[in-house]
């Protein structure tokens, strides 16, 4: 299995801040790589595909990018909204898998 | 738009069979390259993946759970379900149904690049005596 680790677990930021999280897999996954954002009692919503690409409907202050085995989700001027948990996912080999999450909490 | 239902038991004792059906509105099981997921987050932790299965009807199961688990579909009631057996405590999550889809473009039509756009709300499954 390919195995997804996301840093850092948990950070606090304040709106309007620029946020990175950090996603490292096991193995190269060339940009098969996913990103969903998730809020409490809510199911995950995806944001980025492919590493970069954005999915309809999500606000242009959400970017990714890399490739290989090291990613990055970027949020350029957080908004209250944007406070929630993490998850970036590999669609490169099955058993699909998704990092631990990163929870971006209000400082 | 595609949409997705969670329904089934919300306790199921230990050792028993968690049996789940994700219902389908706005789609069809039957479409070409589709596949119909199940993922599950126990309490305060990650999503796990568990599995899916194809437009064509074939399956594919997380190693992890292998042994424990089937996935079937009901293309007359367009519903595609999840049953697993011999729970314990640690099957106690949140399960959801997903659908996992090709990304399109109108220049190169389908691509490999899969990911699960369209998530039914969650079923809490507790397993408990």
Known sequence: D???TQSPSSLSASVGDRVTI???ASQSISNYLNWYQQKPGKAPKLLIYAASSLQSGVPSRFSGSGSGTDFT????????EDFATYYCQQSYSTPLTF???TRVEIK | QVQLQESGPGLVKPSQTLSLTCTVSGGSL????????WIRQPPGKGLEWIGYISYSGSTYYNPSLESRITISVDTSENQFSLKLSSVTAADTAVYYC???SPSYSDNSGFSDYYYMDVWG???TVTVSS
């Open chain 1, 99 to 101: 990092g631990g999450g």
């Open chain 2, 98 to 100: 997903a659908n996992l």
């Open chain 1, 2 to 4: 390919i195995q997804m």
């Open chain 1, 73 to 80: 989700l970027t949020i350029s001027g957080l908004q209250p």
């Open chain 1, 22 to 24: 950090t996603c490292r």
């Open chain 2, 121 to 123: 709300k969650g079923t």
């Open chain 2, 30 to 37: 039957s479409s070409t390259y589709y596949y119909w997921s």
